[in-house]
């Protein structure tokens, strides 16, 4: 038995910090909306009790540091489960860029073995697992647009943004979203307006939406990381309606209403760049 899951990426439209937790944690309040960038999972039930991964790219482990083995081997302890699987992931999503790539796989995992292994778990069961795996894994279940609080994994939906074009450019460095963290000043933050952006949202108001854009990890990657935003700077320059880091970065996204300038944006930067995408906004749940 087989079943192939498409993995999502995610991109931040809002991206605040509160303080520091005394857990260590950073209290975060993101809004987060899945974009048409998907890795691609198959799983192979096994009749040995073991979990195999196969990863297409090979700087992403394919041991228990791979976040999809992780997933695998929470379900199999919880629910004592003595099957086993065999998990081949298709990367398509560009590896530590700020896009989860890595926790959409896990939670694309446990959507899938939540059914090959017939374990009949609610997604809402399935969003609490994944957060034992990563903070960004509860969203990832369910994917669509939300609002992301206490360390990202509690999820209140909202209605997804209206379609547009994203342009997503990565430069050829990966950030270590910990370093972000650990240089960012949390006393000397300007939050963005997450309120105004819910609200630009609900209305459907996409002027408002790119005019609210904001993530305080911004300039922490951008001191250390200088390319990042000179691709930022490029966007702009090549006419996007909106710009915004994702996640601790490197990767940039444009958001883009005509496809004409989608294309424009996308032809340019691919001068400075190899990891450029132009996808859609998902922005609708799964479940
Ligand atoms: P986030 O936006 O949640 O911070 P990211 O996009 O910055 O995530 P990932 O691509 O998820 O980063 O990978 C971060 C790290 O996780 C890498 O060091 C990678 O080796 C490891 N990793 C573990 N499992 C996976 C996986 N299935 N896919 C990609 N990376 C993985």
């Not at 899945?34 to 799983?43: K, P």
């Not at 940039?252 to 424009?264: D, G, P, Q, T």
Request: proline content about 4%.
């Amino acid at each position: 038995m087989k079943i192939s899951i498409k993995a999502p990426a995610k991109i931040n439209l809002s991206l605040d910090v509160l303080h520091k937790r005394e857990d260590g944690f950073h209290e975060v309040e993101m809004i987060m909306t899945t974009v048409d960038l998907a890795d691609r999972i198959e799983l192979t039930l096994l009749e040995e009790n073991r979990i195999i991964v196969d990863v297409s790219e090979g700087f992403v482990p394919n041991d228990s540091r791979n976040l999809a083995y992780q997933a695998a081997q929470l379900l199999k302890d919880r629910y004592q489960i003595n099957k086993g699987v065999h998990i081949s992931i298709k990367k398509n999503i560009p590896v530590s860029a700020g896009l989860a790539g890595g926790s959409s796989d896990a939670a694309a995992t446990l959507r899938g073995l939540n059914k090959l292994w017939s374990l009949h778990l609610s997604i809402d069961e399935l969003a609490t697992l994944g957060a034992h795996i990563g903070s960004d894994v509860s969203f990832c279940v369910y994917g669509g647009t939300a609002l992301a609080t206490g360390r990202g994994e509690r999820i209140e939906h909202i209605t997804p943004p209206p379609p547009c074009w994203i342009i997503l450019a990565k430069p050829p460095i990966g950030v270590s979203t910990a370093e972000i963290y650990r240089n960012l000043k949390v006393d000397q933050i300007e939050h963005p307006d997450i309120n105004e952006m819910i609200s630009a949202i609900n209305s459907s108001d996409y002027e408002k939406i790119c005019k609210q854009l904001g993530n305080v990890l911004e300039s922490v990657t951008f001191k250390l990381y200088p390319e990042v935003q000179r691709i930022k700077e490029q966007m702009i320059r090549f006419g996007a309606d909106g710009v915004l880091m994702s996640g601790s970065g490197p990767t940039v996204f444009a958001l883009v209403k005509h496809e004409s300038r989608a294309a424009r944006i996308y032809n340019g930067l691919r001068g400075f760049c190899n990891d450029v995408y132009a996808v859609r906004l998902l922005g609708e749940r799964y479940y």
